[in-house]
């Protein structure tokens, strides 16, 4: 989660300027994690310096002490790092597992017995406010360990308990809740040590199991962690012979583990931490911290020797061990989770009235709820667990209250005015919230009947729908060529893509048609049109890196009067040339194709909306109107909604200073659909949250809503199914990324039979068929500023889709 954040411009601009003054020996020191007691000793301050000034590590472990020592410490390691130092911690049950006088929190053992996941997530984020109060950027929890050994000496009451289903809801539960706080959760101890009759502090233990033991029990919580997004797991030094057949490597040193299970099978590329390594368990081992970085790992934590194992690094890379190439990337991604983890802009701890910040009587109400609710609810057994197969899934509708959390988190970081949720589960509501206002402060609260821009989920709330339709009718194949029904493709080079090509946008159309460049006059402006600078001149903030010169639109195409061939309306004051829909469809003729592959392409479904209308005789809003929208009784659904409804009624879309210079409210915001004339193959659609979420349970219920049919249920199965030979999407529909949370549009929780789409207005549609959910998240998250993307920094869309999913429970059938 936390590196999606980063994965941005400045980022890199940041690194870059880091990396680039960065001797060798800095690149592999920036690998090191050195562990210092916090007490203000000359012995102790001079160990902080040589590891500060003279090693350069990147970071430090602090172990033992009082809150006030590690944080003025913390302050004068920071103040002599050339590089902002990483402040890791160990606090698997809060600072009092290492800091005396700090909040002491119910162990996992305990909390593995709430029900209530919403408290879990709520210590997470208390567990972020506390460690950031300290200046720790790094949590090394949760224990992710499945305790199914009663008599492991180590792990016990730090485990969440026995069951995998449970210890794996549970850590991620929780470190969502810890990154969300904005620290990093580490997650421990790969790939399990919970079965284990050895502690790896005194020795190495062994884990004779078999890779089907492994897999279902063992790994399955860590494999949840990461389809989840989280950034950081721990490596453990334990023998896994399944995994080791030829050697008896601890996992931290072992290549086949990893590399090759957490990060190539597993598809794990968040930061990975070795276990410490003065632990027994590694400690008689040569060369430690480079074997351990040749394995895979990121960064080592606590080396036994700092000078001597750099230098072994060093050495290695000298003799070809470990290439250059290796350490310069590891490093890379250090200093990445140090921007994304604000490391950038650090101010110093603020040393006043730190206990009592910590010491919150926030926390304290957090402690005595965790401890009322493991007294009071139902614990969780660990001797029985329900089959799925013997089960059937309800949704636990008094466990949303996190999806309110995560809702009034992003009104309050300014990820949108305000936003609306419905979820259906079974064909019922069983959840339809508003948060928010129309455009911030104090303007008019979000309510359920107020209409949104939904953007591109108008090619499956609308497009789509109407292809569908007309292949149920037989009117087109999906084989058939788009020149079939569009002469003007005909002798291009569009001349043979499919219709089912266009769906999964492997056309090789480009994503988008500049129009802009049409209706802009180039003689209101000099030289570039666009700067990656802001200046005097290129004053108009177009995206966070570029700025554009005022300028005129072109007499020919734009009036600001209705007159004769000037009757479509882009805004109160704008009107469009009527010739200039032929002009949009010419320039998309025009455009070469690129490459046949994957790319996703607007194009592509103006393109369908053409044939739509071809087709059925009507235009796009008007068929959709007769076949779908008034027969389902969706009231608040249309096209140009300003013919319909009040301005009071749309949600304002956001702020365009640069094309229509104006607010976007009641006009389509995107440029293409725009220029189109409001009504668009792959945007212009308004809605709201619960008329979008009946049209996706209708595909759900298979073509069918409230006794009446609109599709056949074949066809249904077939788009909502069927799924690209070269991509992960389907005919129309967006589909999960398994194993890959950075490309993944919707939770790692969803199960791969989910269907949906996203829209750039700050909005989503997601089904899972096998579940029996419809979720739908409506957001003006472009108002102000189009350029403020903090909804996706936030995974906003995504944490309200996992609170759903840790909704769900089975009962006995």
């Given amino acids: ?181 904005g620290v990093l959760s580490v997650s421990k101890h790969f790939p399990g040590h919970g079965d284990t009759n050895v502690d790896s502090h005194k020795n190495m233990p062994i884990l004779p199991f078999t890779r089907s033991r492994l897999d279902s029990i063992e790994l399955y919580p860590f494999k949840k962690i990461i389809n989840a997004g989280l950034g950081g797991i721990m490596v453990g030094h334990l023998h896994v012979t399944a995994l080791d057949k030829d050697n008896d490597l601890p996992a931290s040193l072992s290549h086949n583990v990893v590399q090759g299970l957490l990060k190539d099978e597993l598809r794990f590329n968040g930061l990975i931490f070795t276990d410490a390594l003065v632990m027994k368990g590694v400690s008689s081992v040569t060369s430690v911290c480079l074997q351990a970085l040749k394995a895979g790992n990121d960064m080592v934590l606590s080396p036994p020797n700092l000078k001597t194992e750099i230098n072994e690094v060093l050495q290695g890379i000298e003799n070809g061990e470990i290439s250059e190439k290796e350490i310069t990337l590891k490093c890379r991604k250090v200093l990445t989770y140090k921007y994304a983890l604000g490391l950038h802009n650090l101010a110093p701890v603020n040393l006043s009235g730190l206990e009592e910040r910590i010491n919150s009587a926030k926390s304290r109400d957090l402690i005595r709820r965790l401890n009322e609710a493991t007294v009071t609810g139902e614990t969780i057994s660990s001797t029985h667990e329900i089959s799925r197969s013997a089960s059937k899934v309800i949704l636990r509708k008094d466990r949303l209250d996190t999806i309110d959390m995560i809702a009034k988190e992003g009104v309050l970081k300014g990820a949108y005015p305000g936003c609306q949720i419905v979820v259906f589960k079974d064909g019922e509501v069983v959840y339809d919230k508003c948060f928010g206002t129309h455009t911030g402060g104090n303007s008019k609260k979000v309510t359920p009947t107020n209409i949104y821009d939904v953007a591109s989920l108008s090619k499956t709330s609308a497009t789509l729908l109407a292809v569908m339709k007309l292949y149920d009718k037989r009117l087109l194949r999906l084989s058939d060529k788009l020149s079939d029904h569009l002469p003007i493709l005909k002798g291009t080079d569009k001349e043979y893509l499919t219709i089912d090509d266009a769906l999964f946008h492997q056309t090789g159309l480009p994503a988008t048609i500049p129009y802009y460049q049409k209706v802009i006059d180039e003689n209101s402006y000099t030289g ?23 300028s005129r639109l072109k007499s020919e195409y734009v009036s600001e009067t209705f007159k004769t061939g000037y009757t479509i309306q882009i805004t109160d004051n704008l009107w469009l040339n009527d010739s200039f829909k032929e002009v949009a469809m010419q320039e998309i003729v025009n455009t070469p194709l690129k490459d046949k592959r994957y790319r996703y392409s607007c194009i592509n479904f103006i393109l369908l909306q053409q044939i739509v209308e071809r087709l059925s005789g009507m235009p796009l809003d008007a068929f959709l109107a007769k076949e779908f929208y008034e027969p389902m009784g969706l009231k608040r659904t249309a096209f140009q909604p300003l013919r319909y409804f009040s301005k009071e009624e749309v949600i304002p879309s956001t702020t365009d200073l640069f094309l229509r210079k104006t607010v976007i409210h009641g006009y389509v915001h995107d440029e293409q659909a725009a220029f189109l004339g409001g009504v668009s193959g792959n945007a212009g659609l308004f809605s709201t949250a619960q008329d979008i979420a009946r049209i996706h349970q209708m595909i759900l219920n298979n073509g069918e809503l409230d006794g009446y049919r609109y599709l056949s249920e074949e066809t249904c199965r077939l788009f909502t199914t069927k799924t690209s030979d070269i991509s992960h999407r389907g005919l129309g529909f967006n589909k999960p990324v398994i194993g890959d949370p950075q490309r993944n549009p919707c939770s790692s929780l969803a199960p791969a039979s989910v269907y949906g789409h996203t829209g750039f207005t700050g909005t989503c549609a997601w089904v899972d068929p096998e579940n029996s959910l419809v979720y739908v998240f409506l957001s003006n998250r472009l108002y102000p500023n189009a350029w403020v993307n903090t909804l996706s920094t936030l995974n906003i869309r995504e944490r309200i889709q996992d609170a759903i999913y840790q909704s769900l429970s089975f009962e006995k059938r």
């Fill in 1 to 181: 989660m936390l590196y999606k954040v980063s994965n941005d411009a400045s980022c890199r601009q940041w690194v870059d300027s880091i990396m680039n003054q960065m001797s060798l020996e800095e690149k592999v020191s920036q690998l090191f994690v050195y562990t210092l007691a916090p007490v203000q000793t000359k012995a102790n301050l001079a160990l902080l310096t040589d590891a500060i000034q003279i090693h350069r590590v990147g970071g430090l472990l602090f172990s033992g002490g009082i809150a006030i020592n590690q944080a003025q410490l913390t302050n004068q390691a920071q103040k002599m790092s050339k590089v902002p130092v990483m402040i890791t911690f160990d606090g698997e049950w809060g600072l009092s597992m290492r800091l005396s006088g700090t909040p002491v929190f119910p162990k996992n053992k305990v909390l593995g017995c709430i029900r209530d996941n919403r408290l879990i997530y709520e210590y997470g984020q208390e567990m972020a406010r506390q460690c950031r109060e300290m200046g720790v950027h790094v949590n090394f929890a949760p224990v992710a360990d499945v305790n199914v050994n009663p008599k492991n000496p180590v792990i016990n009451v730090r485990s969440f308990g026995a069951l995998p289903d449970v210890v794996a809801d549970k850590a991620v539960v929780y470190a969502s809740g810890l990154e969300s706080g």
């Fill in 528 to 550: 570039a049109l666009f700067s990656k600078k802001r200046s005097a001149t290129y004053s108009i903030r177009i995206t966070p890196s570029s700025y554009a010169q005022p």
